[in-house]
């Protein structure tokens, strides 16, 4: 199965930072990764699909890039309700499909 | 956008058995692929099972293999998992989701729309 590393397992962070996570695969998965938002006792919520591709509704501060093997996450400009946990995740070809081990962003 | 509302969990004994189930509203059902994610308290999230929308493509974390079998009723917009032979580590929030785009005869691997989770607590 593929394996993700996910890093840092937790920030701290300020109103305004820029904040960025990066996400490793064991393998080439070429685009097939998503990025997922994960308040207290709330569902997770989809950011960022096929690595680069904002889902509709979410800010424009949040961003993915990267292919292959190396994928990061970045919010622009950190805003208090930013404050979750996030996870990783990839989907290439067939399932398993594994996640990251997710990365607190906190004050 | 849709709603996902699951329902069915609760406390069962080591060995036993539970079926969960997610109820879908608004979007066409049948041409979504769906998923189950787990998450154990305090910890991250494990993909469990995905199933295609006809239902004929269905597969499953080696974790819950042979122990779990994912279902969908298309005439009800309804999922299901039922879930045998529990053990203690099956003890989770169990999350039905989404495919992120329609696939009738394939499965989707990121997940666009999630229900708000029901638990499951395996304990004698």
């Known amino acids: 199965d593929i394996q993700m590393t996910q890093s840092p397992s937790s920030l701290s962070a300020s109103v305004g930072d820029r904040v960025t996570i990066t996400c490793q695969a064991s393998?080439?998965?070429?685009?097939?990764l998503s990025w997922y938002q994960q308040k207290p006792g709330k569902a997770p919520k989809l950011l960022i699909y096929?690595?680069?591709n904002l889902e509709t509704g979410v800010p424009s501060r949040f961003s993915g890039s990267g292919s292959g093997t190396d994928f990061t996450f970045t919010i622009s400009s950190l805003q208090p309700e930013d404050f979750a946990i996030y996870y990783c995740q990839q989907y290439d070809n067939l399932p398993p499909y594994t996640f990251g081990q997710g990365t607190k962003v906190e004050i | 956008e849709g709603q996902l509302l699951e329902s069915g969990g609760g406390l069962v004994q080591p060995g036993g058995a539970l079926r969960v189930s997610c109820a879908a509203s608004?979007?066409?059902?049948?041409?979504?692929?769906m998923t189950w994610v787990r998450q154990a308290p305090g910890k991250g999230l494990e993909w469990v099972s995905s199933i295609s929308g006809s239902s004929g493509s269905t597969y499953y974390a080696d974790s819950v293999k042979g122990r779990f079998t994912i279902s969908r009723d298309n005439s009800r917009s309804t999922l299901y998992l039922q879930m045998s032979s529990l053990r203690d580590e099956d003890t989770a929030a169990y999350y039905c989701?989404?495919?992120?785009?329609?696939?009738?005869?394939?499965?989707?691997?990121?997940?666009?729309?999630w229900g708000q989770g029901t638990p499951v607590t395996v304990s004698p």
């Open positions: 096929d690595a680069i």
């Open positions: 393998q080439d998965i070429r685009n097939y």
């Open positions: 989701a989404r495919g992120g785009r329609m696939a009738i005869f394939g499965v989707v691997g990121y997940f666009d729309n």
């Open positions: 608004g979007f066409p059902f049948g041409n979504y692929p």
